[in-house]
């Protein structure tokens, strides 16, 4: 039986500067680095308490998961990281060079979102969301 996600990664071709990016502007707590020999890999965690698996669909055909699928084919999307204060993590993001995919709307749940660049973020596209008042 599935319980929980464990962990999503991100290949980065700088782990120190990755490593930077997660704990300082992202404000996550960073658990360590370990290499893993037989895999060839070193790797670092930012443990998350809470999280879900989201799967996107085109509504309709259309939307840009819609292209997103013709261009990429299925896979790893974005990563979604909930905040308590959106605006105030758009303005700090904006200060440190963060490029954001317009202007913060209405998303699932009534959440407002706004999305990160992938150039910004080793080529992961990164959402940002404020569940609305009632907790969604």
Request: with cysteine.
């Amino acid at each position: 039986m599935i319980v929980a996600l464990d962990h999503i990664a991100i290949a980065v071709p700088d782990l120190e500067k990755s490593i930077k990016r997660f704990m300082d502007d992202f404000g996550l707590k960073y658990e360590g680095s370990e290499d893993v020999v037989a895999a060839k890999t070193s790797t670092a965690f930012f443990p998350l308490e809470q999280t879900s698996i989201e799967l996107v669909h085109p509504l309709n055909g259309e939307g840009p998961i819609a292209a997103f699928l013709e261009k990429k084919g299925p896979g790893l999307h974005h990563l979604c990281f909930r905040s308590d204060d959106l605006d105030a993590d758009i303005a700090r993001l904006t200060e440190k060079g963060y490029v954001f995919l317009g202007e913060p709307k209405i998303g699932a749940h009534n959440c407002r979102v706004i999305f990160i660049h992938p150039k910004s973020c080793d080529g992961v596209l990164i959402e940002l969301n404020q569940p609305s008042e009632d907790g969604h």
